[in-house]
């Protein structure tokens, strides 16, 4: 157990716990059920497992779950705003 | 030589002078890398391991996208949609939901392994639970898994350098040597620098490959109407550009189960570790995603080899290796020289995940075995040279496992890899947000999820290849007594076993409590907060500010 306060001590300032930040947290916790959209969308194949309506000659199979990757992008980018710390 | 001595012509004389030139700057580049955003010392774990942990958005984008999207998950994605169709396609939900999950978790990892100085999951694991013997599991767990995964980098190059006409395995153990070299030498700088190339040269390749092929074969219509003829065809139920009907529970737990997997590997959660701020993971976050949207473009080449009427080369084991259809579309799609710059993304895509993960391995090494076993108050600079020596054994080992024994092996050990690492996911990521998990009750679910996974594996036949066992890693509901011929991802369904006996070990041991060396706050800080340490510093230079750049 010494060796590991020795290894803590190394990365740790020792100035005891008052010392230690409030964190600054996140705000707006609660958008992080936006995410819950794209686990519906793509985790549910009976939904897009199909043929048409297709696009450029791709099945609605491949280009559904391809366009849900600029969708999720936009998620993100909204939930990080809206979260990010002061 | 002797016995691979090759004939001249058959060699693909352009397409190989343009790779090696690549593979040259990349070395190049891999020495130097000792030198960029100039550390004071190598000899810290912090440093040679983790590159300083001060990486910014762009790097880390790089960094972390090269190192997730392997040479093999780029060769073997299109290969599953050349086999067997849609299945292949469960990479783009799977990295789809990945990073949502990520952004929610992976900066609580970043804050406490800043505050305590971890630098491997089995750190955090250590500290956390106050149990070695869980702390050596997670980091037995996360070495085993990552090995063969290096070991299929390999295979992703030796895939290319077969389709250009050079049999054998010496170019592999020469650019592994070369691999290993300028690991040693420069740490996680040298993939950071090279992932730079890598990236670069496969959204180039991909972006010409998905326009230019389509057009030369006729348009996305016909491309999917000659997979359809193929699939047709083929007596095996499991083929098509659709899901059957049995298929489609297991295609999404087997995303649910990868995306839950993935950032419990030892070398993401290196790369995590070495951004400079949680806001820097974030970011990244909402950017890393473009590699999915790359993949699944990657994905459809295996659907446009079929329609070039690819046939995949022979392997080594004298069956065809699908693992060749992508070079081979290249080679037959490109002309020489861009078909040279294609094979040299590839080949370069293999380099920087192969470092990443030998030096994850190397430090978990270091990190719960060497030093927590053998040599308690190893210095901050015995713990880098420990490091460093690892890296290159770890190395080593992967290319024997290719050379002695069949690469069917590590595929099967890379299949087993997804599903024992997601074993460690109560201790890990679910520790991160409690200590309802006692430690015993992590131990023994551990045990449980690692017996069934293996288990359930091993009684998993593979009717088209013809194998009795690790035929996959779907497991059939039949054999649990339902009537019905779905199949379930292997991983979920011992990860469930896993955290349901864990929950009742823990209600039995609730009383005796074990040390937690970690504080509430510690999980929400951020860089610049109190107590979080400025970095990059040596022990010995904490007096001196760090140089932020």
């Known amino acids: 157990m010494a060796h590991d306060a020795s290894r803590e001590e190394r990365f740790t300032r020792s100035d005891g716990p008052a010392a230690r930040g409030v964190p600054s947290g996140d705000r707006n916790q609660g958008l992080y059920w936006l995410f819950a959209i794209p686990f519906v969308a793509t985790l549910l194949p009976w939904i897009y497992n199909t043929n048409s309506p297709e696009l450029i000659g791709i099945p609605f199979f491949y280009w559904y779950q391809m366009a849900w990757v600029p969708v999720t992008v936009v998620i993100t980018v909204f939930v990080y705003r809206r979260t990010k710390g002061s | ?549």
């Open chain 2, 1 to 549: 030589m002797g016995a691979h001595l090759f004939t001249l012509a058959a060699v693909k004389g352009v397409e190989l002078a343009v790779f090696i030139a690549l593979f040259g700057l990349v070395t190049v580049l891999g020495f130097v890398a000792a030198r960029w955003r100039r550390p004071s010392s190598l000899e810290h774990l912090d440093e040679w391991g983790l590159g300083g942990r001060n990486f910014g958005s762009w790097i880390s984008w790089f960094l972390i996208g090269g190192d997730l999207y392997t040479a093999y998950t780029f060769v073997a994605v299109p290969a599953l949609l050349f086999g067997s169709g849609a299945v292949g396609f469960f990479a783009v939900p799977y990295t789809i939901i990945i990073f949502p999950m990520a952004f929610i978790v992976a900066p609580r990892l970043w804050s406490v392994a800043h505050r305590h100085g971890y630098v491997t999951p089995a750190d955090f694991v250590r500290g956390r639970h106050g149990s070695s013997t869980l702390a050596l599991m997670i980091a037995v767990t996360g070495i085993v898994a990552t090995m063969p995964y290096i070991a299929l980098q390999l295979v992703g190059i030796g895939a290319v350098m077969r389709t250009m006409g050079i049999p054998g395995e010496w170019p592999l153990i020469i650019a592994f040597v070369i691999l290993a070299a300028y690991t040693y030498q420069s740490g996680l700088r040298a993939p950071a620098l090279i992932a730079f190339v890598k990236d670069t040269l496969i959204y180039i390749v991909v972006l010409v490959a998905v326009i230019y092929i389509p057009i030369k074969l006729g348009g996305f219509g016909d491309i999917f109407g000659a997979a359809d003829k193929k699939f047709a065809a083929s007596p095996a139920p499991t083929d098509g550009t659709l899901l059957a009907d049995p298929q489609v529970l297991g295609y999404s737990t087997l995303a649910f189960g990868s995306a839950l997997a993935l950032f419990l590997y030892p070398h993401s959660i290196t790369g995590l570790l070495a951004t400079r701020s949680r806001d820097t993971i974030r970011r990244n976050m909402a950017a890393l995603p473009a590699y999915s949207f790359v993949l699944g473009l990657l994905a459809l080449l295996g659907l446009m080899a079929i329609a070039a009427g690819v046939t995949p080369l022979t392997g080594a084991n004298g069956k065809p290796d699908v693992n060749t259809v992508v070079p081979l579309l290249f080679d037959k799609m490109f002309p020489d020289w861009f078909a040279g710059v294609a094979f040299a993304a590839i080949g370069i895509g293999a380099l920087v995940p192969a470092a990443i993960m030998s030096i994850a391995a190397a430090n978990l090494f270091t990190r719960n075995i060497y030093e927590e076993y053998l040599k308690r108050d190893a210095t901050p600079a015995q713990e880098a040279r420990v490091s460093r020596l690892t890296s290159l054994v770890v190395k080593g080992g992967a290319v024997v496992v290719i050379l002695v024994l069949d690469p069917q092996f590590s595929i099967d050990l890379q299949l087993i890899g997804g599903v024992i690492i997601v074993q460690t996911l109560p201790a890990v990521a679910i520790g991160l947000y409690t200590r309802a998990l006692h430690a015993w009750g992590l131990i023994a679910g551990w045990a449980v999820g690692m017996t069934a996974g293996f288990y359930m594996l091993y009684d998993t036949p593979n009717a088209v290849t013809g194998r009795a066992h690790f035929g996959g890693a779907q497991y059939a509901l039949s054999n649990f007594g339902i009537d019905t011929k779905t199949t379930v991802y292997t991983g979920i369904i011992a990860l469930a076993l896993n955290l349901i006996v864990a929950i009742v070990v823990s209600l039995f041991v609730r009383g005796r409590t074990l040390e937690d060396r970690t504080s509430p706050d510690d999980y929400d800080v951020e860089a610049g907060d109190p107590g979080v340490r400025d970095l990059p510093i040596t022990p010995d230079e904490a007096a001196v500010p760090a140089g932020r750049r």
